[in-house]
């Protein structure tokens, strides 16, 4: 794997990790399962391990849905790339807000995802989220 990609494959990995966040602020499913390939596999920290991007859809539908606001800054990216196959590391900041009571959730996590290239683009194959810090369960 080399640290040093060719800056377009960067570009293009990068995207998809920012993605991911846009797409959990917006609820727009279409733009989350963008970032995945179908047969994706998930390890998220408390949450579980899911065996294919549906499954992980689910929680995530759940998980957003409880809240009114949510804002996912995801950086620090480490974006390794072997021909068609990349490793990316990168960090992110998580607030969810309901409404009616004040209730703010601030976790930090990192994530750890396994790329491939489609012919859709890259794609996430594998992600492992450990959380880091926080004020409160986000899931």
């Known amino acids: 794997m080399s640290d040093r990609p060719d800056p377009q494959d960067w570009v ?9 966040g846009h797409a959990l602020d917006d ?3 279409t733009l989350l399962s963008s970032c995945f390939v179908p047969d994706a596999t998930f390890d ?9 991007y549906a499954d992980f859809e689910e929680l995530a539908r759940a998980t957003m849905g409880r809240y009114s ?3 996912h800054l995801v950086g620090s990216m480490r974006i390794m790339i072997d021909g068609d196959i990349g490793q990316a590391r990168c960090y992110a900041q998580a607030a969810h807000v309901t409404d009616g009571n004040g209730d703010m ?9 396994d790329l ?4 859709d683009g890259w794609r996430i194959v594998s ?13």
């Open 12 to 20: 293009e990995v990068a995207d998809v990790l920012a993605r991911y």
């Open 27 to 29: 609820k727009d499913w």
């Open 44 to 52: 998220y920290a408390g949450s579980g391990k899911y065996d294919s």
């Open 69 to 71: 606001s949510t804002q």
């Open 105 to 113: 959730r601030i976790t930090g996590t990192s994530y750890y995802d």
């Open 116 to 119: 491939r290239r489609t012919p």
């Open 127 to 139: 992600r492992r989220m450990v959380r880091l810090w926080g004020n409160g369960a986000s899931r």
